[in-house]
Structures are given as C-alpha cells and as structure tokens.
C-alpha cells in the first residue's frame, strides 16, 4: 500500500487548505484512514479519521468544527478540508491507513502546512 498526499503550502491565519491522499496499492475501501500532524519539536498528533464507508468521523478536540475529513473510494483518496486555520495548526500533516481493529501500519510522506499570523 503506498500513499502519496498532497494540497499543503502556506496560508495565511483564517484561510482554508485542503489536504488529498491517493492510496495505491490495495482495496482502499477496506481501510480506516486517518490524519496526523507533526510540529517542529513536537510529537506526532491524531487529527482526524474516517471510517471504510465514510460514515464515521472522528476529530480531535484542537480541529472539530473547522476540519473535515472525507473519502472518494472511487477514487482511492481521503481529503482533509481545513478551515480558519491558526497559526498552531502549522505541521507536516501525514495521512496512514489501517484495517479494522488493527494500527495505523501504511503511511504517506507527509505534506507541509504553513499558516502565518
């Protein structure tokens, strides 16, 4: 399984970006996909994910309300739609992907999020 994600760059506090993740490789719809971010001196964080179907969604409490997590299963991609960015949300945000019940064990590259104040 091999995962490429996209759509990061800079933007200003209060904008939007949105994230894509190809998955290749595999049945995508047989996977939970999730967001993760990393900030320069921090750990690695749960930001989002989203279950086979798309029909359950969970956020982590720093996002809700201003990100959404999606997936085409046609199309083998998971979008992060992120709105009213902060300056805080600047990360490499990473997509991953796991079975049901298992861990997060195929992960893309990461993409880089800048937003300024």
């Known amino acids: 399984v091999q995962l490429q994600a996209s759509g990061g760059g800079l933007v200003q506090a209060g904008g939007s970006l949105r994230l894509s993740c190809l998955v290749s490789g595999r049945t995508f719809s047989a996977y939970v996909m999730g967001w993760f971010r990393q900030a320069p001196g921090k750990e690695r964080e749960f930001v989002a994910s989203?279950?086979?179907?798309?029909?359950?969604?969970y956020y982590a409490d720093s996002v809700k309300g201003r990100f959404t997590i999606s997936r085409d299963n046609a199309k083998n991609t998971v979008y992060l739609q992120m709105n009213s960015l902060k300056p805080e949300d600047t990360a490499v945000y990473y997509c991953a992907a796991k079975v049901v019940g298992g861990t997060y064990h195929y992960w893309g590259p990461g993409t880089q999020v800048t937003v300024s104040s």
């Open positions: 989203i279950s086979w179907s798309g029909g359950r969604t």
